[in-house]
């Protein structure tokens, strides 16, 4: 009997630029090494295909209207995405981690999925000397049975 196929889904902020695209295939070609398939919100067309018809609109109220549609749509995409998936892995890096990928490691954490952080940024950012994180962040992925790696090849689900 084979094992399981492991479905990670990677929340990250790195689509937000075209020049992190190589990060997040780095991190997701580890996850290949591993076996794992990849749930990345980043690659959704559907998601993709709406917010660019929406902010193309002129008019601004049906613009504002097509936004907040199409951000309610994502967000059902990526609580989807996170539901089917057996983990998070969640790119912590930067001064503060972005609030959406901490919003996905927590609503992963309260539906019962083991999450796991990396943070190669080195500076310690969390509210105490020597803490990586956030106590509460640090303590919500380790309560999951998750940890926090600070390369991409410690990567170990």
């Not at 981690?97 to 019962?112: L, M, N, Q, R």
């Not at 952080?117 to 994180?133: A, H, I, K, V």
Request: glycine share 10%; charged share 30%; proline share 4%.
């Amino acid at each position: 009997m084979s094992k399981k196929q492991l479905k990670v889904y990677l929340a990250s902020p790195l689509g937000f630029s075209l020049e992190n695209n190589h990060y997040r295939e780095r991190i997701k070609e580890r996850l290949r090494l591993l076996d794992c398939t990849v749930f990345d919100p980043w690659e959704q067309p559907e998601v993709t295909r709406r917010f660019g018809e929406a902010l193309a609109m002129e008019d601004s109220l049906l613009r504002l209207k097509a936004i907040r549609e199409a951000a309610a749509f994502t967000g059902a995409v990526n609580a989807s995405g996170l539901r089917s998936s057996d983990v998070v892995l969640a790119v912590l890096d930067g001064a503060e981690p972005d609030s959406g990928t901490v919003s996905e490691i927590g609503f992963g954490a309260g539906i019962g999925k083991r999450c796991f952080g990396l943070r190669t940024d080195f500076r310690d950012m969390g509210d105490l000397p020597g803490l990586p994180l956030n106590l509460q962040l640090l303590f919500f992925i380790e309560e999951t049975g998750g940890r926090l790696f600070r390369e991409i090849e410690e990567i170990e689900l």
